[in-house]
């Protein structure tokens, strides 16, 4: 009765496609929120001090790895990209991180990944005569401009959110393990405008008191009457209200954001300019980075990987289709 | 170490008319302390930026004459060349370190320098044996307190080796320690290093016996450069401009007797002359009485229920049981991370505590309502320029009120706005922008919109953080009138113990999050040396009233007129 209901009449068939279409979506800023929350924002894409393997690498290695895997996967099919991914996973294998970090990384590389993948399962209509759906959207749902949710879709989602995967794991391997000497270090060292570098670190150093100035934005909001209380889910007549208020509250306090960022900055260019940053096109360092045995395995190691995708590209054993 | 001169130098901002310094011509000698202050606005940062080089080449405007260090013209150097001679600390020391380190924080001038890495280390080492932070060498900047991030601030302008330190209110974001910590640094690098200091600063009462000279600025002009002593030969000018004296020196004026005509600046000064002498005797006479408690017989109208806060394994207050009173004005203070600031945060709603409950009359607080709470409870942040969104005077007024909840605006509402700007003083300023008001109006402007939804108590966070004395006592003299005229109670948290000893009702001391002591401020600031645990430092006139008393005064003198009072009475009695 109930299968006949939601499968076989229209209405039915409207409500599952309803769900299917905005569900999803619907649940990642959820899934967002639930796992990482505000307080956890801070900690988003902040140096997190340890005495590990990672650390310790040189920051050149750290610098060039994101690069060189956004670059490696472009190159790939997408079984190959999954081993890369494979790859990727094995850093933050050795660098163990706090249990906050891991619902970070997880939250990060993984609400993308659904997002790519359900995207794609609906929209994705190239060969349109081979696509295989798995619902049917029935006719109420035309203007979606998409036939149902199709296997093939799935599959090539799978296959681009390899790629994000591989290249957001190994960026957050840089920001998690490299302080903001370190990344100026590099950036001289690469022969990289050294402000770049500055300009980069200096960000994410002050990434967490933005944040902080965002919650206590916030908080005078709601001081100064703004209702922002989340409604519960049953209390449906108030959500378009909250939701309203919720969009007309971001350009309330994104000026005073900025503003205090503006400020924050000018001190900080004042200082910088004073620590005489920039003034020579020399450069030395308090510590000298000494190549280690981890460092030399860890540079084979992408060195080898970069060969393999080479042999895997030349050979057309592993290239991507396009 | 050559001379400081300040050549006639005046300076005009580029988006303004009126010079901000009018000639100033001061020479400063090696290794001097001197001390820069005057009323808000007068001109004291904008001279610490012409002497540290960022002013003209950081900071748009027109420039006369110049900043001679010795016969090298500071005007006319490069930024990094100028930091190797005179070296400047900011207010904040959050925005001005770049690393997450310290070593690094330290190393990152002389690295910038190309140094040798062997100097870059003694660089670092010496740096951080200065300021007594070598024990945190290898921390991570976050982890330290608001006293040792300005500690490594100054640091790192060490580790450019100037031989004159210039810093622009150092202390006003750190608590009662923190400013120990900083000041302490401070006399070491000029007594023991000769270094030359030259500190703009509100707090006199704490920097008058550190330094060799004062100097006074209003109005872009020097009105005052004396030595400590005689500084305040001319206390109306003192008055006049809104900056405080120090209770000590007021004191020595008003007992000639005694002090004659010498000025003494520090406690033990005034001490000294006042220890054996009947005023002595009157003190401890008539300083027994403990002051009556209010009436506990009334309903509380905000009550903390054994709170306990954690965030995650860090706890952070333990079973605080605490009950405001109808038109009480309660005074919450401690060092940072003492709690103050998550205590009243519980009271707002801004989150939940891990244990217990807090009321609102008889109404238990939920964490996340805060528009609700909002209603009968106002909070005004300490940068109150934060709470200000509207494009004019009015407009600010109806921002909650268009956005707030339903059912919580009065009627009348356009009638009250009227009636509060009328009370702020704000009428003719009604199509103003907020940011167009001066400091004190913005102030007033974002206390008055939180009461056109009523609010029975007011919370109220570090009110007077980063104002002069004059503006200070200007916005707890408006507080006050408020407070009066429409029975609030306030919940203050402050580190400013000389408001809290005049405006006060009562004192709650946290320590390490709990409840530590909690009477009426006379009796409080009496227990010094429980309060020295605490990293308190009562008013100067009430240590000196403690101290005549061999601290068994129970209660003690908050004002220099109270303290003139206890002794008329004491004679009176006998």
Redesign the interface.
Known sequence: MINQFFFQSLFGRTIIGYLLIFAVPALLPFLFVKLIGFKGLRHLFSYEPKQSIIHKLDPRIKVIYPVLMGILTVFLNWDFVYILVAFTIIPWILLRPSRDRLRVIVTMAGIPVIGAIWSQALFHTEGNSTVHLLFVFPPTLTWMGTPGLSSTGLLYGLQQAGRTLAAVLAALILLFTTTPSEVVWAFYKFRLPAPAGLAFSTALRFLPQMIERMTILLQVVQVRGFDLTIPRWWEWRKWPGYLGRVFACIPVITIPLLIGSLRTTSVLAMVVDARAFGANTKRNTLREHQITVADRIAMASLIFLTIIVAILVITHIGNRII | MPDLHIDKVSFTYADSQEPVLRSIDVVISEGEFVLFTGPSGCGKTTLALAL?G?IPS?VGGHMQGSVYLGTNNVSTM???E???KI??V?Q?P???L????V??EV???????????EE??ER?QQSLRYTGMEQFRFE?IYALSGGQKQRLAIS??LA?RPSVLVLDEPTSDLDPVGTQEVLNVLRMLNKQYGMTIVLVEHKVDELISWVDRVVMMDKGRIVLDHSPRKAFNDIQLWNNLGVSVPQIVMLARSLPDVFQDSTPITIDEAFEALRGTRYAKALQLNSQSLNARDDLSRSPILCWESVDLAYGPKQVLYDVNLNIMPEEWVAIIGSNGSGKTSLASLA?G?QAPTRGMIRYKDRVIKA?????Q??EM??L?QAA???L?GATVEKEFM???R???KG?VDANIAQKIDRLMKTVDLVSYRNTNPFHLSHGQRKRLAIS??L??NPQILILDEPTTGQDEGHSRAFLQFLQFLRESAKYSYVMISHHMQSVAQYASRIVVLHNGRVFMDGAPENIFARRNELAQCGILPPSIAQLHARLCEDKAVRVALSVQSFLHYLHSAEVTS
């Open positions: 540290a960022i950081r490069h930024i990094h100028i930091s190797q070296g400047i900011f904040n959050d925005n001005q770049a690393q997450l380190s070593e690094e190393a990152f001038g002389p690295e910038n320098l190309a140094l040798p890495r870059i280390v670092v991570q790192a302008t450019m707002m801004f996340g309502n805060i528009s609700l909002a209603a106002a909070y942040f320029d934060n709470m969104f921002f909650g009120i956005k707030g909840r919580q919109v939180l056109t939804r």
